[in-house]
């Protein structure tokens, strides 16, 4: 089965730091992905681990832990247009193949 | 702009209606999705195509209908909905078989439907 797990909202002030929290629970791993998706838009790429560690790339870093089953999405130096909803998802090879299972999404809010 | 580019929309339909939604994808890619999003809910994969293929079916009822003539279009044909089914249908690509764990899914910026 699949069990994918994400707070609902966020709120932060522009210009701190804010770090979004996943935990999953799914048969199999083959690499987890974070999606940005502003209201009424596509969601778009953000970020992917698959070994455990931090990747950084520019405002945005995502760190995994596969032993633990847990992920989070950090972003610095907050923007008002970071104000979105920001999506987990895994790739579980053993459920739905090549496709993404992804959580319910949470919903920041970047305040002046 | 994402490459894949989803028509119409908006699409408002009676419980009776036929209709169809349309993607194509300008990526190159072999994979391409149907998900269903609705509120409160995560993303739901529906339908799954790799090589014009059906390689996945998420349980959805019948009266969705994935049609993939080719690697870079597909269609999700609708008859006889339920009010229920209004949500956002965003359709997706990717570049193969995931084989490649990094294969990212590539979004568009997805249909709203509403049944009245």
């Known amino acids: 089965g699949q069990n994918i797990d994400q707070p609902t909202e966020m709120t932060a002030t522009e210009g701190a730091i804010v770090q979004i929290n996943c935990t999953y629970q799914?048969?199999?791993?083959?690499?987890l992905f974070w999606y940005q998706q502003h209201a009424g838009e596509a969601p778009t790429f953000l970020s992917y681990?698959?070994?455990?560690g931090l990747e950084e790339k520019g405002r945005f870093s995502s760190f995994l832990s596969r032993s633990k089953g847990y992920s989070y999405l950090l972003l610095k130096e907050l923007q008002m247009k970071d104000s979105a909803s920001y999506l987990c998802?895994?790739?579980?090879?053993?459920?739905?193949?090549?496709?993404?299972?992804f959580g319910k999404g949470t919903s920041l809010l970047v305040t002046p | 702009e994402t490459g894949v580019t989803q028509t119409p929309r908006h699409l408002v339909m009676g419980m009776t209606n036929k209709k169809s939604l349309k993607c194509e994808q300008h990526?190159?890619?072999?994979?391409m999705y149907w998900y269903k999003q609705s509120a409160k809910k995560p993303l739901e994969l529906m339908f799954v195509?790799?090589?014009?293929?059906?390689?996945e079916n998420n349980s959805v009822p019948s009266r969705f209908s994935p049609e993939c003539p080719n690697s870079s279009h597909l269609f999700l044909h609708l008859h006889t909905l339920q009010p229920e089914d209004s949500a956002l249908y965003l359709c997706?690509?990717?570049?193969?078989?995931?084989?490649?764990?990094?294969?990212?899914?590539?979004f568009g910026e997805g249909s709203w439907l509403t049944v009245v």
């Open positions: 998802a895994v790739r579980d090879p053993s459920n739905s193949g090549y496709a993404l299972n």
């Open positions: 681990n698959v070994l455990d």
């Open positions: 195509y790799s090589l014009e293929e059906r390689v």
């Open positions: 799914t048969s199999g791993f083959n690499g």
């Open positions: 990526l190159g890619h072999n994979a």
């Open positions: 997706a690509s990717s570049q193969a078989t995931g084989l490649v764990s990094g294969d990212t899914i590539y």
